[in-house]
């Protein structure tokens, strides 16, 4: 898995490469906080790349959105596949997130 964070005027944005499996999610953590400190504006994750999501991933987008919702800021998820969005549907986060 590969993560790519740009900033852009008033949002940054993370570009989510390959696989978000167990490992991955693991190596994204350092990553993370540094998208945590970020959490008072916009955040974009763009799922256009990401193949697959675990459990592990997911939490790691549960983790955003609690720094991001403590900060007053927001989490965008933009471009996931239909088997994304379709396990997003099946665990309620099409419902937690905003999704472009």
């Given at each position: 898995?590969?993560?790519?964070?740009?900033?852009?005027?008033n949002?940054?944005?993370?570009f989510?490469?390959?696989?978000?499996?167990?490992?991955?999610?693991q190596?994204?953590?350092?990553?993370?906080?540094?998208?945590?400190?970020?959490a008072?504006?916009?955040?974009?994750?763009?799922?256009k790349?990401?193949?697959?999501?675990?459990?592990?991933?997911?939490?790691?987008?549960?983790?955003?959105?609690?720094?991001?919702?403590?900060?007053?800021?927001?989490?965008?998820v933009?471009?996931i596949?239909?088997?994304?969005?379709?396990?997003?549907?099946?665990?309620?986060?099409?419902?937690?997130?905003?999704?472009?």
């Amino acid at each position: 898995m590969e993560v790519n964070i740009t900033k852009q005027s008033n949002e940054v944005i993370a570009f989510l490469i390959g696989r978000m499996d167990t490992p991955a999610a693991q190596e994204f953590a350092p990553q993370l906080e540094a998208l945590e400190e970020d959490a008072r504006g916009t955040i974009v994750l763009d799922c256009k790349d990401l193949t697959y999501i675990s459990s592990s991933g997911l939490r790691i987008f549960l983790t955003l959105r609690k720094a991001a919702a403590e900060k007053g800021g927001k989490i965008i998820v933009r471009s996931i596949n239909d088997e994304i969005r379709s396990v997003f549907m099946m665990t309620g986060f099409l419902n937690l997130f905003e999704i472009e």
